[in-house]
């Protein structure tokens, strides 16, 4: 761990032209991803990476998400989708309605052509779902 901190504080003082940037202000501009990319890439004469240790713990920082708005917004719609009286969807199921909704979102599903197997597919299950009501 005190390999890491030394590290830490010796990338604080990694000069501004390895940046390519003139100033501060540019520096603290710059995307976090290019910065530690260009800071975890610098080798020292012999090749070896300079700040290996730090790499680890910048990559677990990275990793966390800022916030959980896109878990909780996930949810949200699961609870919309598998309702007390779809209590059974399979997750087969859900990771398909979860497609379609998105995909219809996106406006990349606006045109669709079945193929025959599609067209098939839909007429034994809606010949199925037809005789299940007519003997009940």
Known sequence: MQKADN?????????????????????KNMPADIYWNKVLSMKDYHGNFIYENLEVV?????AVPSSNTEVERLFSILKNVKTDKRNRLSNETLNGLFHTK??????????????????SAAKYYKSNDSASKSSV
């Open 102 to 119: 998105f995909g219809m979102q996106a406006n990349n599903c606006s045109i669709l052509e079945p193929n025959s197997a599609m067209i």
């Open 58 to 62: 910048i990559s677990v920082l990275l």
């Open 7 to 27: 590290e830490w504080r010796n990338q604080a003082l990694i000069d501004l032209k390895h940046f390519g940037v003139e100033s501060e202000e540019e520096l």
